[in-house]
């Protein structure tokens, strides 16, 4: 069993709101007629094992979690920052939130890396409600 929450009827979002793209993202979710749950991983601390069940979720690897073309991240690490493993790149997501590359959003076993806020389109099923099935 994992440990990151799994409900058809909730959509959790992982997101940083020290980037403009997280902050439209969870604006958009918290507007869906869908329950959800929000996760500002810049004041929630997300453990070690929920990074890698969001990567394998999205079946990516964790580095592919980070903005590597970030000027922060280049700043720090320059392109030896292509080579960090696992765990150096479970800590810079930590530590550094707002090089997380996209926000995430999980619903019932659905993952789904949200790259503008259209995409999150794609995890709300139409609402039929009221309307006559032909």
Not at 71 to 85: A, I, R
């Amino acid at each position: 069993m994992g440990t990151i929450a799994m409900d058809k009827r909730q959509i959790t979002l992982y997101y940083s709101s020290e980037n403009t793209i997280g902050k439209q993202i969870h604006a958009y979710v918290q507007s869906s007629k869908k329950k959800n749950l929000a996760v500002d991983i810049s004041k929630t601390k997300v453990t070690g094992t929920q990074w890698v069940e969001l990567a394998d979720g999205l079946n990516k690897d964790i580095k592919d979690l980070i903005a590597m073309d970030h000027p922060d991240f280049l700043n720090v690490y320059g392109e030896q920052g292509q080579d960090l493993d696992e765990n150096d790149c479970i800590k810079i997501l930590q530590k550094e939130p707002h090089l997380l590359k996209h926000p995430i959003a999980v619903n019932d076993d659905q993952y789904l890396e949200l790259e503008n806020a259209a995409s999150f389109k794609k995890f709300i099923a139409p609402d039929s409600a009221g309307l006559k099935e032909s």
